[in-house]
Structure formats: structure tokens, C-alpha cells
């Protein structure tokens, strides 16, 4: 079985531009969570979705969001760039919402902000 | 929220067994203890779970102290490959549950030839 895929691998935009990444989670999988990874903050948690509705999301400004398709495809966006937004971005697939199933990671976005 | 505490960095010599701990005293009865690691710059990647039994699979052996305050994550015949950092986490298996995981710093693992 295929794993968590993400595109594209490596971005890299200026500030103020916005950015559109994709994940398509495990074949079955229908939660599809998203987390920032930077060297100063580490792994952080942006939102999960889950049949197409976002059910958590952490601490981050509304320039970040997201949405999941009928097909468990999701994207994340973020608008208006800043330098701090330099990271990478991972997503994850668990067969359901809640906290009874395994999440699967992808290999990750690294998104570089000049 | 971090309810985890590992140790920040450790060695060990290639084919020897890898032996990492991790401390979560506050854990409740109803959180598991999850294992993932991370090779540089890739995705984490699920290594083992457990509630109180010791687990096995093909990866590493998980043991979780009859207190359920700390467990060990063994990994039997490291190899240069399994250089990474491991996180130790808790979650509630909760069906209602905020699906994210509290990553902490976790311990890096340097297998040395």
C-alpha cells in the first residue's frame, strides 16, 4: 500500500507571495493532519481534517489554512508569506478522527521564504 | 503539551541493542505510549505503540514499566540506518480525541561504526 504523499517536495517563494501544498493521505485513510516543523519550535500542530471539515487546529494565525477533498486529498495554504514561515511542512493520515488510530507521515514540503 | 521526558542525545555502537527510555510519570490510564522517529529532514515515521503489555514488531520491542511512569524502546541490532531522532509521545486513545501529536525534543540517537 502506498504511503502518505506530498508535493511538491521543495518550494521556495518570496514574501507576501502564498503557497498551496498538497497531501494524499493513505488509500482508506480519511484524517489528514498538518504540522509545521522548525528548527526553533519544532514540531507543531496546524489543523486536522477530517470528511472534509476541519475538526482541530493549533496556534497559528488565520494565514494558514486548509481544506480536505471528497477523495481525502488535502491542501493546505498559506497567504501573505513571512520569512518565519521558512519550514517543513508534514502531513499525516490516520484511518479516522480521534486519537484510536495511528497517524502515518509524509515525507514533507520544505518551503524555503525569501 | 509535552508530557514526556527523554533524555537529549545518545550513542551506540552498531549491531549492539539500543536501549532508549523515556519518563512520563503524569500518564493516565487511558493514554498509550507512542514511538516514532526521525531520519533528517524526512517525515516521522511510526516505529511502535503500547498501553501496559510489552510490544514487539519488526522494528524495535517497546517495555513499559508495571507502573506505566516510564518505558524503554529497544532497538535489537542497531545498524548506521537507525541514526535518528525518537520522540516518545502520550495519547488517549479517544474516539472523540484532538487527533494531533505532542512531539518533544526526543533523544538523538547517533549509531557510531
Known amino acids: 500500500k502506498a504511503g502518505v504523499t506530498q508535493t511538491p517536495r521543495y518550494l521556495i517563494k518570496t514574501r507576501g507571495q502564498q503557497v498551496t501544498l498538497s497531501c494524499s493521505p493513505i488509500?482508506?485513510?480519511?484524517?489528514v493532519s498538518w504540522y509545521q516543523q522548525t528548527p526553533g519550535q519544532g514540531l507543531q500542530f496546524l489543523f486536522e481534517?477530517?470528511?472534509?471539515?476541519?475538526?482541530n487546529k493549533g496556534n497559528f494565525p488565520g494565514r494558514f489554512s486548509g481544506r480536505q477533498f471528497s477523495n481525502s486529498r488535502s491542501e493546505m495554504n498559506v497567504s501573505t508569506l513571512e520569512l518565519g514561515d521558512s519550514a517543513l511542512y508534514l502531513c499525516?493520515?490516520?484511518?479516522?478522527?480521534?486519537?484510536?488510530?495511528?497517524?502515518?507521515f509524509g515525507p514533507g514540503t520544505r518551503l524555503t521564504v525569501l | 503539551d509535552a508530557k514526556t521526558t527523554q533524555p537529549p542525545s545518545m550513542d551506540c555502537a552498531e549491531g549492539r541493542a539500543a536501549n532508549l527510555p523515556c519518563n512520563h510519570s503524569?500518564?493516565?490510564?487511558?493514554?498509550?505510549v507512542y514511538w516514532y522517529r526521525q531520519i533528517h529532514s524526512q517525515g516521522p515515521q511510526y516505529i511502535i505503540h503500547g498501553l501496559k503489555n510489552n510490544e514487539t514488531n519488526e522494528m524495535a520491542s517497546l517495555i513499559i514499566t508495571e507502573d506505566r511512569k516510564s518505558s524503554t524502546l529497544i532497538l535489537p541490532h542497531a545498524t548506521l540506518r537507525d541514526t535518528a531522532v525518537y520522540y516518545c509521545i502520550v495519547r488517549p486513545r479517544d474516539l472523540t480525541g484532538a487527533n494531533n501529536l505532542f512531539f518533544g525534543t526526543g533523544t538523538r540517537l547517533t549509531v557510531i561504526p
Open positions: 481534517y477530517f470528511s472534509e471539515t476541519q475538526r
Open positions: 488509500s482508506g485513510h480519511r484524517s
Open positions: 503524569t500518564i493516565s490510564g487511558n493514554e498509550y
Open positions: 499525516a493520515s490516520s484511518l479516522t478522527s480521534g486519537t484510536t488510530d495511528t497517524q502515518y
